[in-house]
């Protein structure tokens, strides 16, 4: 194995696959990230205003046609998302009808719905038909689109026998303007707003039954993977060669199954004449850059059919891309590579900490295509989409983040999956400003 003989390793062949893993493997959950889009969506809820009334429920075909042909000809706001006709009782529940309240005693009388006091929704309850049940609530149409006279008359056209008589008071109501990305959230909007339908699809970011394929298939090895790169790490910080940082590049197409490919360990200090901690270190050496440098002189080899990549520590390498611990030599050593295919094109990256900025536009540009890391980075990381006031009990930190969401970005090239891992029992780095 490379320049050392198998009995200078304390890893043997079949160790790596039949103990290695297990014997370094972490137990922790995945936690699929959200895109910049997802994000924005959950933290601050576009909402638009929409036009509700009470119908009779014999005639809700009819108002619905009236309406519908109506403001076809001018551009109406897709509300798709929301149920246009809704059961008392489905109602969120301070829309709930008030027996108590005094209705509107003329036809066509209108109501604005003011803000509560949490920012969504209303305070007054919705009022309509006296005396004249079965009803349904109708959500019109968004109040951009006509007028709340324009809406009367087509309220009366459709509905003729109650036009001399009490009518429905139309009320404003705020109403999400954007499609839910979820079931959990279609149910926040449907308590907070109106009710809202989730139709399966995800129109900021991957689908959701993607996600879920995805996470099924690596969350068994994921442990053990991330135990991995937390011992390599370990490994080159122990002997002051970098941070305990660590990365594990796995290969899913090998006929043997999933296939560690390279392990890298942090190696930022490892030949730097300045002191350690002081500076950034030779930032080329990051976990995630060495082992995309590994993986670059497997492929070498692979289109100069070598049996394996060849090592030369005596030539000064800026990039670090040589192993550098016995553990990364094991790994490396091995033609485990399958043949093809563009640099990392849908390998699978575990790292200890969510990747800085450069790492991640390297992850993206040399194709990966999932990745899973450990501890957050909200100052620092490339990876997390989430903006102040997100979720912090993943860091435990307040500061604002990045909130850049590299991994999927409308106006990137590529895209992947991927997911935080959250191991309770990791130690967070202390310097929470550190560029993994």
């Known amino acids: 194995m490379g320049s050392r ?13 039949d103990g290695l893993l297990k014997t370094f493997t972490r137990s922790g959950c995945l936690i699929a990230l959200r895109t910049k889009a997802e994000a924005t969506l959950l ?22 046609k009236t309406v519908d042909s109506a403001i076809r000809e001018f551009e109406p706001i897709n509300l798709n998302h929301l149920r246009r006709l809704v059961k008392p009782e489905h109602l969120p529940s301070h829309l709930q009808k008030d ?9 066509g009388d209108i109501v604005v719905d003011p803000p509560r006091s949490t920012g969504v929704g209303a305070t007054d309850h919705v009022t309509g038909f006296n005396g004249q049940p079965p009803i349904l609530h109708f959500l019109a149409c968004a109040t951009s689109v006509i007028s709340h006279e324009h809406l009367q008359s087509l309220l009366s056209i459709a509905l003729p026998s109650l036009a001399s008589s009490l009518g429905p008071c139309v009320r404003i109501i705020k109403v999400p303007l954007n499609s839910p990305t979820s079931h959990d959230q279609a149910e926040e909007f449907s308590r907070h707003y109106w009710p809202t339908v989730y139709k399966g699809g995800n129109p900021f970011g991957p689908h959701p039954s993607v996600f879920a394929r995805a996470t099924e298939e690596i969350q068994h090895q994921a442990g053990d993977y991330m135990g991995l790169a937390m011992r390599a790490g370990r490994a080159t910080s122990s002997e002051g060669k970098g941070e305990p940082i660590g990365a594990v590049i796995v290969d899913r197409s ?29 930032v080329m050496a990051h976990a995630v850059m060495r082992a995309i440098g590994m993986v670059a002189k497997k492929r070498l080899a692979l289109a100069n059919d070598l049996q394996a990549p060849a090592m030369d520590g005596e030539q000064p390498n800026l990039f670090n891309d040589e192993p ?33 900025l450069m790492c991640s536009m390297a992850i993206l540009h040399s194709r990966f295509g999932r990745v899973v890391f450990g501890q957050r ?15 912090t009990s993943c860091t435990g930190d307040s500061a604002p983040r990045s909130g850049y969401g590299l991994w999927w970005s409308p106006g990137l090239n590529w895209k992947y999956l991927a997911w935080s891992f959250d191991d309770p029992s990791q130690t967070a780095l202390s310097d929470r400003d550190i560029h993994v």
């Open 43 to 64: 933290n601050d809820v576009q909402t638009t205003e929409a036009y509700i009334t009470e119908i009779p429920l014999k005639s809700a075909s009819a108002v619905l």
């Open 254 to 282: 090998c006929s043997k199954g999933p296939t560690v490919v390279v392990v890298a360990g942090d190696a930022r200090w490892n030949n730097i004449v300045t002191p350690e901690g002081s500076g950034s270190g030779n």
């Open 5 to 17: 003989s198998d009995a200078e390793s304390p890893y043997q062949p079949d160790q790596l696959t």
């Open 99 to 107: 027996e108590d309240k005094e209705r509107p005693k003329s036809w």
């Open 324 to 356: 550098l611990t016995p553990l990364e030599r094991d790994v490396y050593s091995r033609a485990v590579l399958a043949p093809g295919g563009y640099l990392c094109l849908d390998l699978e990256l575990y790292l200890t900490h969510e990747p800085c």
């Open 377 to 391: 980075m909200p100052r620092t990381g490339g990876l997390t989409a989430d903006n102040v006031g997100g979720n």
